[in-house]
């Protein structure tokens, strides 16, 4: 996204039922986590493949836990068992978490933020200077469970990052002012820290603290800057992850880091940092910049992790997967994987429970490259050399592609393109189920939901289609109005839509 673009993991329970003579029956249930302290729940949100507790007398098995980054099971459910919630964009390290029905039925727009005016702030891009309202490309809100409260945080074009009421839309705490326009999504801290993580238009990576009060504190900031070959700009779009104290993100200086965090408490009992940069790397290489002139190579989507391995993209079409499974004990990530889209791939990487790598990219350079691969991709990355398992072509004339991330439910990929064409694909073989076109851009993400597809576009329209049977064509259930574009991606939790769109206005919408 360049500068011209508008942009309870349960813990272990064991059950002892006292029979009537001697036996005593113990059922276990399955913990999947990903390895730290941020674990993929399998309560409210466990797969249907998941093993359970059965009838009664009998015993399952139960899985050891899983000892690497992020399990590959957990893709598709909430991240955290500490702060219940969506927690960053796409929900969790897989890019593949988009909230917590019930979806409302016949909804209403139950309050707006601000209530007077709205969001907007000038900012410079190539196309020069302008007002932009709202929150755009990809301003997924965070909404999440904190002290009895349920909180609602985002970032937005008037340069500041927001905590609201769920309930009545209020601030919580005073918006915290970046000196640009936010276009991504915020990241929540899973381990339960008091800590919001934002990028911004204006050249940093902030930290904010939000246990001091009425007033958010930024703790530390990096900027695009600092120590590295600037390549393309100085944008932070990228939701970054946090797992085990370790930052993982990407930036428009077309750099990747890793930083360890050394996140705590002071005498007082509030939350410090201090973070420390322990990996860095070019988010190019020699042969892309042999095959791509503009050196138009920034990281704009958000980096994903299953298993051991960090996936990301950049605008010039590269896909790495980098080894980190020896980080922790000091050693260095290693690339394993390469792969090259042949043009611009700003929506994030989704991965399944299988660790299959789903990849949306534009077709704009138009090249022999992304015309022969496609725009939306499935890869096998345990096949380095050969990973297409299949793909989708969006090469009609004018601007094509994909912008918006994937979204993965019952077996169905739903992806939604530059141009309006909303897809439901067959996961396992690519065919297409099913297509609709909404007559106008659709930038932000497919959320699916207990069987709802929800999905915006750019005539205001926030739109929810029945896909409970997933792999027949979805009839409309419900459209609500909105004042603006709806670039930003949604989030659903427990009865009520959170949204903002261009006309400058956040919304809540529920029955």
Known sequence: MKHAKPVPQTPWRVF????????????????????SDSKATDSETASSDSPSSTAKGTTTTTEAPYNGWVNPKSSGTMWSQKVPGVLTFRGNPTRSYYGMGPVPTAPKILWSYPQNGGMCGKSTDGSGTSTWCGSGWTGNPNVYESNGKTIVSFGAYDYAVHWLDYETGADVISPFKTGDIIKGTVTTDPDGFPLTYSGSRDNYLHIIATDRGPTPVELWKLSAYDGVQQVWNDDWDGSPLIIDDYMFEGGENS??????????????????VAPQVVF????????LQSNIT?????????????????YFANSGGLVQGWDISTLKSGGTPTRTFRFWTGDDTDASIVADKDGFLYIGSE??????????????VKLDP??????IVWSIKDQAAGKQGIWATSAIAN????????????MGIDQMTGEVLWQKNLGSQTWGSPVVVDGTLIEGDCQ????????SNPKVDPPLKWTVKLNGCIESTPTVWKGRIFVGARGGQFYAIGD
Do not use: H
């Open 363 to 376: 077709y704009e350079r138009r090249n022999a490259r992304s015309t022969e691969v496609g725009q939306i």
């Open 280 to 287: 860095k790397t070019p988010g190019w290489d020699a042969e």
């Open 411 to 422: 077996g169905v990929v739903y992806a939604a393109t530059n141009s309006g064409r909303v």
């Open 16 to 35: 002892a039922l006292a029979l009537v003579a001697v036996a005593v029956v113990v059922v276990g249930l399955l913990v999947v986590t990903n390895g």
């Open 255 to 272: 750099w990747f880091y890793i930083i360890k965090l050394n996140r705590g408490y002071d005498a007082a009992g509030k939350v410090t």
């Open 460 to 467: 205001g329209n926030l739109n929810a289609y029945d896909v």
């Open 382 to 387: 345990t096949k380095p050399d050969n990973p």
């Open 294 to 310: 503009d050196r138009q190579f920034s990281i704009e989507n958000s980096v994903a992790i299953t298993g051991n391995t960090v």
